[in-house]
């Protein structure tokens, strides 16, 4: 199932950069879950490129539920999301296509769709592609907050700059949720954005670290082979274009301690279990243990640069130079951090209608 | 489906530590694929347990083919591989049940089963259980291999200690599949084995980072969402235990590179299109490129260790202090790799299936 | 995966009656299938109410392909396909919705939803939806025909009138697919037609069989077991509202013979192997034998029906009477017979994708 | 996923008819369901052949319950049952293995596999693999009873003699799940095994329909689309070997009624909702409405008969006569009716853990 994501709750993602119009049909919800359509639009304003640090494209993102929505609510059949693209300038691209841009997947389209592929601004390869996920997170989100999950990531670490770590899960899910760019610390923020511009100007671009937080999960969520919770959120995160890393807790740093450092000792607070550090990221054996997920996605930088790049033209098979021309981003580590987090809702929940059935996130007439 | 994994060539997974026994069904593969036991025999020999720097418990590891293979090669019908257990002492564990170790799954299976897991030695979240992953991959990399398509790990990291990275694909990757302990450097190998005794001696552990070359893949393979190469194989491999991270190409160190130095300019070379580096692992848009993919696995240290540990009985509630005692290793990364390996196979496999059809992998008669 | 179907190529479908849109996003599909918007158009066009023995609901069945479909050709990415809702009258239900009408799904759904479903004109359970199916299928049946292959559909019984069987599969099939009311024997035609005008005078309604054949397919095809050729196609083929038998070759008639009646000899002639007749309808064992394939949906009455009727107000609980006004059709067997034909499509092009790979059914530029 | 079925709980079939052994893997299940080892030994009894109506292979049906139980309780791991085969004869299959048994898989299974399938005794295609799915029947099949539904199968129809129509649920239930021979009417009984026995004389076969009545289900399972119950069940229950139709309540005879009289007036009696007949067999718009199911299975007459038969040789080409020696039945609708149940109980709990989730048919320790 190519292009769809979940068990109990699946999400099929459809669209091109340049076509009619993107969007997703996220079937399985339960029935009865309220529809902000203020907040969908919200999450896709933080998706949105804003300012010196994005790419000059600016679309409407207005959505379309076609489906599945009645009376402000989910009626428990798919949801079927459309957003318009209106704001394409398909000329762009036409001269430059079979010069395949380094770091991108026009080559890699060429080989699998052998010239069919739709190749204006990216065509299904485009982060444009990404809104659809957004929105139907825009729904999951707000029915993971009514059970008492948050989920919230920050920029860890962008252009080499760190932010500081989470330390009170509750207040840093709030602040970053209500923020621009995603930044706990204001003066890592600061920093990492005149980083950012500084690259901009020098025509490339730069990546960095998403850290997301998931707190109020159930212990018992996931399991032992293969659907690990691990297993599943990194399957789903690695469709965010230009991951090219995801780890649990203390991920790749866990390879260099010992035993003794790396196990999270169990207590016993306040009539609960926990553990009282979490280098392993709230997962052990694949399975939730009540702490909160934390979870690192490592973001490559933007491979759209202006600077000119020894490439290959895969029609003619000639070696070549290209410049990109065209609008695109410096950097898109802070505009992703809202596509972690849909599809981090989007795992979690399905997650939870596996384990409690179809009705769990949903409500009662 | 929870203990199964893959589309067309799917694996399903079985098997308690004390139980029965263990195994897999492997499904879809095509009819005519040679079988050649002795091989099987030999990786299962890989991952067995051997010298002081693993555990005590020896396995014979003898396994039985139930079904799907018939004159030496596959029907195209379900292999069923069964690894019968004998060799279990399962009076170790009784008494402990209750105290979760920490950085095991004994909590976590607890609040998943509700006291119904066979808790002996592990149950079904043990490492023996890949036992049956690697029969599996017994069948699997050899029917690759006919097609031109290697797969070799070694520990590219392990206590702090790096290995050279791969130089030659080729002969680094038969120097590995003849190795009993898999790296590159006999230097590095050395002072590993050295730091893993040690680790031992003090009753601790260490982990490392397996890193994996897969080469001979057609471009082509793979898709743009959810089904990305990264997220196929990541998903799988979060399935070996003590894995926290998977990476692709160089991974998290891209999060600090500029666009310029991250993008693999494309060149063609003796009619090939090729790329002058490989930061991207061999993909592109989720989708090989024709390049060798280059794949990390952060392990964290065995969780097994003689210290005493702080823990709670979840049973009673009860704060408490936990020594294990019984036969466990020092550490596996040593013996994970054949399992890396295995997954590897049976993704690639699999994606190789779903492209060119059923029969891609098997033979005429 | 609730409204998905389908392996290598699956189809997803969403939409209420009276919702914004209804459609299908459509996976898998090659590149490089031709996209005749003409033919889809006039596929939607025989499924399209008409004349006096259908509903006077009469949609415009104008359809947006959002995606997936460029410079007229499939590019293998999702196409999603939206059909607006413009001729929807809600006011015509509200005042019932509670009073579950025999034979459809308002209980049921009441059930399933809780009294979140969108209750109007059906809403996602209302025959419209198929129209998506179709629209897809306007994609595949061409796609298939360039192999070869042949889907026709006749109503082979209605209202107790007996059509003639298939004779000349090739003629038959044309002939069908040009035709408005898909009989092969004029006269037959004329009295399923007076019977049905009959019943809609009376108030009733009528329902019948539709039998399909598919030519042309490779022997091969299918699995031994649960994806058996039998167990796909009435998996995908119970989803047309009112079908509630399934069967192939002789079906139901095969429990009264004998096995030397009901086997089919194997011969040789003109140096293919055929049986010399057909009875098991194509298909031994669960795979195709290269017969063609011979498959009967049962078709209930329409539920809808002016008469008065017992039910009960399943949100009071009282035992009541229903008199159902608005528009319906008196019988829909005819205008299902394309929704058969579509999911058929479906069927056999995932399961020839799934044999042959991903490319079977494109093309190359 | 070829041999697998179901979502939230999926059974994996593997075996051959003279391989090593045959079996299944069930996963999904709940952790804390009574395992009753001497019910699972009854099930398999009842598919026993025995007497003179069936083939005189006597197989032990020995099985080993390899994981996924503990103390008499499933853990919640994947259950894997291995049957091994004990009295294989398979010298009586090679002389004739190309000659294509009418009715049978044989020239089928040679398309597919191109000659490396296992061709003693069926292979992969026996019945005698159904012995597999009956154990995974003798979990389930308690594990629903627990919860108050009931699953019974009698032969409603064999060589032409009409069994009596199920009149009290409760009783036949019963009834049915302690015979041998499971026909309600025992002289229709006595008179179908003595057309059995004729025919048998005759060296010919008779088959029949299965008539499956479930009892106890709650209002609100299954999907509007693709995984309606009818879809589901049909799916599965087409992988017993011959059947050829699978319907719902009035199946094919609803095609003759009119809506007046196919539709089931709803009725409050007792404070439930019920239809006052049952027609639909219990499911509306693909959903179960609280009254039993009716499900039928046209089974044919077995293949295997004595008489000579045309055939060709599917190795040389030729034409050419085929008489089948060995052991086999001149009925299977009897031995049939435990497969029956078992698929039922199936798709029956994966449709439960589905809607409630995963603990549904589970205890607590």
Same mark, same amino acid.
């Given at each position: 199932m190519k292009n769809t994501f979940g068990n109990q709750i699946a999400l099929t993602i459809f669209g091109e950069s340049h076509g009619t119009g993107i969007g997703v049909v996220l079937d399985g919800l339960a029935p009865g879950i309220p529809v902000d359509e203020g907040f969908i639009r919200s999450q896709l304003q933080k998706r949105r490129p804003a300012g010196k640090?994005?790419?000059?494209? !600016?679309?409407? /993102?207005?959505?379309?539920?076609?489906?599945?929505?009645f009376n402000g609510h989910t009626t428990g059949t798919p949801v079927c999301i459309v957003i318009p693209n209106t704001a394409? !300038?398909?000329? /762009?691209y036409a001269a430059t296509r079979s010069k395949a841009r380094p770091g991108h997947a026009d080559y890699t389209a060429y080989c699998k769709y052998h010239g069919f592929e739709d190749y204006r601004g990216g065509g299904h390869f485009s982060g444009r592609i990404t809104a659809g996920l957004v929105a139907a997170g825009g729904i999951l989100i707000p029915a993971l907050a009514a059970k008492g999950i948050g989920i919230a990531t920050h920029i860890s670490r962008c252009a080499g700059i760190d932010d500081r770590a989470f330390e009170d899960p509750a207040a840093d899910t709030v602040a970053l949720n209500q923020a621009d760019f995603p930044v706990l610390s204001p003066e890592a923020a600061q920093k990492m954005q005149e980083a950012i511009e500084l690259a901009a100007q020098e025509g490339d671009s730069v990546g960095g670290i998403l850290e997301t937080l998931i707190t109020g999960l159930p212990a018992g969520l996931g399991e032992p082979w293969f659907d690990t919770v691990e297993g599943m959120l990194a399957h789903a995160l690695f469709s965010i274009p230009a991951v090219k890393g995801v780890s649990f807790g203390d991920g790749f740093e866990l390879a260099d301690q010992r035993g003794s450092a790396a196990n999270d000792p169990f207590r016993r607070e306040n009539g609960r279990i926990i553990t009282t550090k979490n280098s392993n990221g709230g997962i052990n054996g694949g399975i939730t243990n009540g702490m909160p997920l934390l979870i690192r996605c490592a973001v490559k930088p933007t491979?759209?640069?202006y600077r000119e790049q020894q490439t290959v033209d895969f029609m003619t098979g000639e070696n070549t130079v290209l410049q990109i021309k065209g609008r695109h981003d410096p950097c898109i580590v802070h505009r992703a951090r809202i596509v972690a987090d849909s599809i981090c809702a989007l795992v979690i929940a399905d997650l939870l209608a596996g384990r409690f059935?179809?009705?769990?996130?949903g409500g009662e007439e």
């Open positions: 640090i994005s790419t000059a494209r !600016r679309e409407a /993102d207005e959505y379309v539920i076609e489906s599945g929505v394409q !300038r398909s000329g /762009d491979p759209s640069i059935g179809t009705d769990y996130l």
